[in-house]
């Protein structure tokens, strides 16, 4: 019983049952929030506040379930460590927290505590939960590890930027508005607003050079911010060639030993269809085409 409910922790059981306790999931955790959300409406809150309520309730206690079941099967993933060692890993890391967090204060609450917006905010961490759940964020992930560099990179550059428009607006505009550009952190709020091409307009140069300086920082700000998403648009689209790259070998392997796929062979290939991301579509591309192109081989033979 405790593997079967790793196993599924792991995302490595892929059944019918596996897609509706995943659907469950999701739902419970993009509803819950959605009621939180809508309590602080006051007209929702008097007339539905306590169907609300009752839905966190019921919510958290499915959270709390989640929570005590990982820790109970978490032994089975590290069977090289002691079962003590393997549930403080998981209690002391990140997900494990966030976990803990989602349904922790609902309890304070019931307890005596008062709902205020900070334990609100800790609530809504539930939401990345998520992460658990959806490919997409495996991909994102493995996107920002491989492109970490270059991203930081960009970073330290707009960093770099900001302080130049800062010290920069700074010198041309602090003596005829010494309340918005009075120091270099008051100026930075003007340059982080430019140079993100957001342009609330609250503050603005006034002098002919402060205008002409704001003008380039406007142009470079058009660049940097689009520096980030090229990075990581370029990184989604690499990754998906690897992962094509990987499906389109396990079938060619397959198909190599005795030229066809059998029954237990595409159950292999959905699974890690699945887990890589790609479509039903794409798949059934690549297998046609790596089928078609062994065929011509052995005709050609």
Same mark, same amino acid.
């Given at each position: 019983?405790?593997?079967?409910?790793?196993?599924?922790?792991?995302?490595?059981?892929?059944?019918?049952?596996?897609?509706?306790?995943?659907?469950?999931?999701?739902?419970?955790?993009?509803?819950?929030?959605?009621?939180?959300?809508?309590?602080?409406?006051?007209?929702?809150?008097?007339?539905?506040?306590?169907?609300?309520?009752?839905?966190?309730?019921?919510?958290?206690?499915?959270?709390?379930?989640?929570?005590?079941?990982?820790?109970?099967?978490?032994?089975?993933?590290?069977?090289?460590?002691?079962?003590?060692?393997?549930?403080?890993?998981?209690?002391?890391?990140?997900m494990g927290l966030v976990d803990l967090l989602?349904? +922790? !204060?609902?309890?304070? %609450?019931? *307890? /005596?505590? #008062?709902?205020?917006?900070? =334990?609100?905010?800790?609530?809504?961490?539930?939401?990345?939960?998520?992460?658990?759940?959806?490919?997409?964020?495996?991909?994102?992930?493995?996107?920002?590890?491989?492109?970490?560099?270059?991203?930081?990179?960009?970073?330290?550059?707009?960093?770099?930027?900001?302080?130049?428009?800062?010290?920069?607006?700074?010198?041309?505009?602090?003596?005829?508005?010494?309340?918005?550009?009075?120091?270099?952190?008051?100026?930075?709020?003007?340059?982080?607003?430019?140079?993100?091409?957001?342009?609330?307009?609250?503050?603005?140069?006034?002098?002919?050079?402060?205008?002409?300086?704001?003008?380039?920082?406007?142009?470079?700000?058009?660049?940097?911010?689009? +520096? !980030?998403?090229?990075? %990581?648009? *370029? /990184?989604? #689209?690499?990754?998906?060639? =690897?992962?094509?790259?990987?499906?389109?070998?396990?079938?060619?392997?397959?198909?190599?030993?005795?030229?066809?796929?059998?029954?237990?062979?595409?159950?292999?290939?959905?699974?890690?269809?699945?887990?890589?991301?790609?479509?039903?579509?794409?798949?059934?591309?690549?297998?046609?085409?790596?089928a078609e192109r062994e065929a011509r081989k052995?005709?050609?033979?």
């Amino acid at each position: 019983m405790r593997k079967a409910v790793a196993v599924y922790f792991r995302n490595k059981w892929h059944g019918p049952l596996h897609r509706f306790l995943s659907a469950f999931m999701v739902f419970i955790i993009f509803s819950s929030s959605l009621c939180l959300v809508l309590t602080t409406e006051p007209s929702i809150e008097g007339e539905y506040g306590y169907f609300l309520w009752l839905f966190e309730g019921f919510s958290s206690f499915i959270f709390m379930l989640e929570y005590l079941l990982r820790i109970w099967s978490c032994p089975e993933d590290y069977k090289n460590q002691g079962p003590l060692r393997c549930r403080m890993d998981y209690i002391l890391s990140f997900m494990g927290l966030v976990d803990l967090l989602s349904f +922790l !204060p609902f309890f304070l %609450i019931i *307890s /005596g505590w #008062t709902q205020t917006p900070q =334990l609100m905010l800790v609530q809504l961490l539930r939401l990345l939960k998520l992460t658990r759940y959806s490919v997409a964020f495996d991909l994102l992930r493995d996107v920002l590890r491989e492109e970490a560099e270059s991203l930081l990179v960009s970073v330290m550059l707009m960093f770099i930027i900001l302080i130049f428009a800062s010290v920069g607006i700074f010198i041309f505009e602090h003596e005829v508005q010494p309340d918005a550009f009075g120091s270099i952190p008051k100026a930075m709020w003007w340059a982080i607003v430019t140079l993100t091409t957001v342009g609330y307009g609250d503050v603005t140069p006034i002098t002919v050079q402060g205008r002409i300086f704001a003008t380039f920082i406007t142009i470079a700000g058009v660049g940097l911010v689009s +520096l !980030p998403a090229g990075i %990581i648009a *370029s /990184g989604f #689209t690499e990754q998906l060639r =690897l992962r094509r790259e990987r499906f389109q070998l396990e079938v060619e392997q397959m198909i190599h030993d005795d030229g066809s796929l059998s029954r237990e062979e595409m159950d292999v290939l959905e699974e890690d269809r699945q887990k890589l991301g790609l479509s039903k579509d794409n798949a059934q591309l690549i297998i046609n085409q790596v089928a078609e192109r062994e065929a011509r081989k052995t005709k050609g033979s």
